[in-house]
């Protein structure tokens, strides 16, 4: 599948090209999409995934950014895996399950979630991650 979400097609592959988004992506193509990414990073336990960590302000508002990811997740029909530790620390993990790695699809999901999903962020969290600031609840 594909993201349902042209706004978010077009800004990923540049308007009219056609592209499968469930074809794996090579390293390197991981590695230059995620340019564009800097909340992301690229991990490989078995299988390459993209994922974003952050310490949020308190339970509450982890909760609330994995409900935001949900709803975003479940209009898009591409889910993530979403962890919550320590009663903060929340890891988004993205890859396609359906062809063991990542895809485009992966990085239109991040894409969506960065535009869309504002984070109640530990004030200590975000003053030692600026670059996160776009993606705070102000």
Request: glycine fraction near 6%; charged fraction near 20%.
């Amino acid at each position: 599948s594909r993201p349902n979400n042209p706004t978010l097609r077009a800004v990923l592959v540049g308007g009219g090209r056609k592209v499968n988004f469930n074809t794996l992506l090579s390293t390197e193509q991981m590695a230059e999409e995620l340019k564009n990414l800097p909340l992301w990073t690229q991990q490989q336990h078995g299988i390459f995934k993209i994922s974003r960590k952050f310490t949020a302000k308190n339970f509450q508002a982890a909760l609330d950014c994995i409900s935001q990811v949900g709803v975003i997740a479940e209009r898009e029909g591409h889910h993530p895996d979403l962890h919550l530790t320590s009663y903060r620390d929340v890891e988004i993990v993205l890859f396609t399950h359906k062809v063991g790695g990542v895809t485009l699809n992966d990085f239109a999901l991040a894409r969506a979630l960065d535009l869309e999903v504002k984070i109640s962020y530990s004030p200590k969290w975000l003053q030692e991650n600026p670059e996160a600031d776009s993606t705070a609840l102000k």
